[in-house]
């Protein structure tokens, strides 16, 4: 499978972004799919993921109440609607996925997804 993301930008603190990922092939519905991030001269770190069927999520604590994970199996596309955002949330994002449709906690680590594609840059200024 073959992951675009897009819809990164300059936004200023306290606004909005909402992050798209497209995948290629037709057995999207089966791929567990991942937001990550990576900020300049730190270590990538997940953001959020998301179950096959899109039932089951899993955010990082700094994310919870104000991301939000979905997905569209219809149009093979991922989101990440981002709101109050903080500068600290500037980072490349990046839409992992991984050819399973049940997801853990474990989807937290990066090394568990197998398809990455390019990332789009999310800067928040103060």
């Known amino acids: 499978v073959q992951l675009q993301a897009s819809g990164g930008g300059l936004v200023q603190a306290g606004g909005s972004l909402r992050l798209s990922c497209a995948a290629s092939?037709?057995?999207?519905?089966?791929?567990?799919m991942g937001w990550f991030r990576q900020a300049p001269g730190k270590e990538r770190e997940f953001v959020a993921v998301i179950s096959a069927s899109g039932g089951t999520t899993y955010y990082v604590d700094s994310a919870k109440g104000r991301f939000t994970i979905s997905r569209d199996n219809a149009k093979n596309t991922v989101y990440l609607q981002m709101n109050s955002l903080k500068p600290e949330d500037t980072a490349v994002y990046y839409c992992?996925?991984?050819?399973?449709?049940?997801?853990?906690?474990?989807?937290?680590?990066?090394?568990?997804?197998?398809?990455w594609g390019q990332g789009t840059l999310v800067t928040v200024s103060s």
């Open positions: 992992p996925a991984d050819n399973v449709k049940i997801v853990s906690a474990y989807y937290r680590d990066y090394k568990r997804y197998h398809y």
């Open positions: 092939g037709r057995t999207f519905s089966s791929y567990v």
